[in-house]
């Protein structure tokens, strides 16, 4: 079992860059695979990045160029640096780990309670 607890987020003007972090506290964090989701007002929540156990990355198309997802097993922690922000990629993010078999089974997982990222002038 796993608890997760963004921090990092805030407001920003257009253009400008932000890093969100998920800190990850229980055991083989190493082990997850992590992702990062985001619900604008109105809309349903929607992957935004994944990082797998073994590094490998995967980005929605919207944010593709823009955002970059890593991982320090280290630190139990998840990032997603994201650059040349737009105001419609205000939304509160969510970091999500699971396990091999539930990704594979499109199980739940963990969640973390987001955090809220503005960009605006």
């Known amino acids: 079992q796993v608890q997760l607890g963004e921090s990092g987020g805030g407001l920003v003007q257009p253009g400008g860059s932000l890093r969100v972090s998920c800190a990850a506290y229980?055991?083989?964090?190493?082990?997850?695979?992590m992702s990062w989701h985001r619900q604008a007002p109105g809309k349903q929540r929607e992957l935004v990045a994944t990082?797998?156990?073994?590094?490998?990355?995967t980005y929605a198309e919207s944010v593709k160029g823009r955002f970059t997802i890593s991982r320090d097993n280290a630190k139990n922690t998840v990032y997603l640096q994201m650059n040349s922000l737009k105001p419609e990629d205000t939304a509160v993010y969510y970091c999500?780990?699971?396990?091999?078999?539930?990704?594979?089974?499109?199980?739940?997982?963990?969640w973390g309670q987001g955090t809220q990222v503005t960009v605006s002038s």
């Open positions: 999500r780990a699971q396990g091999y078999y539930e990704y594979r089974e499109g199980r739940e997982g963990y």
């Open positions: 229980g055991s083989s964090f190493s082990n997850y695979i």
């Open positions: 990082i797998t156990s073994g590094g490998s990355t």
